[in-house]
Nanobody, 121 residues
Framework: QVQLVESGGGLVQPGGSLRLSCAASGNIFSIYVMGWYRQAPGKQRELVADITSGGSTNYADSVKGRFTISRDNAKNMVYLQMNSLKPEDTAVYYC???????????????WGQGTQVTVSS
């Protein structure tokens, strides 16, 4: 059993900052890519940023220069530092990870339950 749990969402004013955290736990052998996606009302879920186990990162154009993704491989955690937040960043943010389950040799895609980020004055 593998679980992803996000934390750190909330309400922030435009121009403010938030830091999201996601912890992976359970029967984990290894984690390749960890990332953050978001889904705004009436829109499709979109990639915000992801990071490989080696530290290579990828960002959506809309967040480049404002958001920073990082991870702690020893703790199986991924973070998203969000600065200069805009109202259009308002969405539910989901953690995602490609995890190889211990004892099975199989790799699966896992999702967290989501955390709400609201940017409003």
């Amino acid at each position: 059993q593998v679980q992803l749990v996000e934390s750190g969402g909330g309400l922030v004013q435009p121009g403010g900052s938030l830091r999201l955290s996601c912890a992976a736990s359970g029967n984990i052998f290894s984690i390749y890519v960890m990332g953050w996606y978001r889904q705004a009302p009436g829109k499709q879920r979109e990639l915000v940023a992801d990071i490989t186990s080696g530290g290579s990162t990828n960002y959506a154009d809309s967040v480049k220069g404002r958001f920073t993704i990082s991870r702690d491989n020893a703790k199986n955690m991924v973070y998203l530092q969000m600065n200069s937040l805009k109202p259009e960043d308002t969405a539910v943010y989901y953690c995602n990870a490609e995890i190889r389950v211990a004892g099975t040799g199989n790799q699966y895609d896992y999702w967290g339950q989501g955390t709400q980020v609201t940017v409003s004055s």
